[in-house]
């Protein structure tokens, strides 16, 4: 399974298909979640909510790809990474792109 970022398939002719999107919310840990708080008032890194944000990047880059597998395709072209929110008490990544088929065709020369 190939998830790219590219708009096409680098050599490859390519049939797209749906536009599949994948959302992940991860919860924070209460007792984290104070002291990002407190960070917040006095500056500095939330590193927190930045592995929050990694993780569920991660997941949702895992959920997208199982989608598009579950659907037959061959991978995602088009993939997006919506900017993370850290919303009340967790984090919130929505990513998405079109599930594609290559062709049988192959690459033209």
């Known amino acids: 399974m190939t998830l790219i970022a590219l708009d096409g398939a680098p050599g490859n002719d390519v049939e797209v298909g749906e536009l599949l999107v994948v959302v992940v919310v991860y919860a924070a840990n ?5 002291r990002e708080n407190i960070r917040n008032l006095v500056g500095g890194r939330m590193t927190h909510y930045e592995t929050l944000i990694a993780k569920a990047i991660e997941q949702g880059l895992a959920d997208l790809e199982e989608k ?8 995602v072209l088009g993939v997006k990474i919506s900017h993370p929110v850290v919303v009340d008490g967790g984090v919130e990544v929505i990513i998405y792109g079109n599930g594609y088929h290559l062709s049988a065709r192959g ?3």
């Open 107 to 109: 690459p033209e020369s």
């Open 68 to 75: 598009s597998s579950a659907k037959g395709y061959d991978g």
């Open 30 to 34: 209460i007792v984290q979640d104070v």
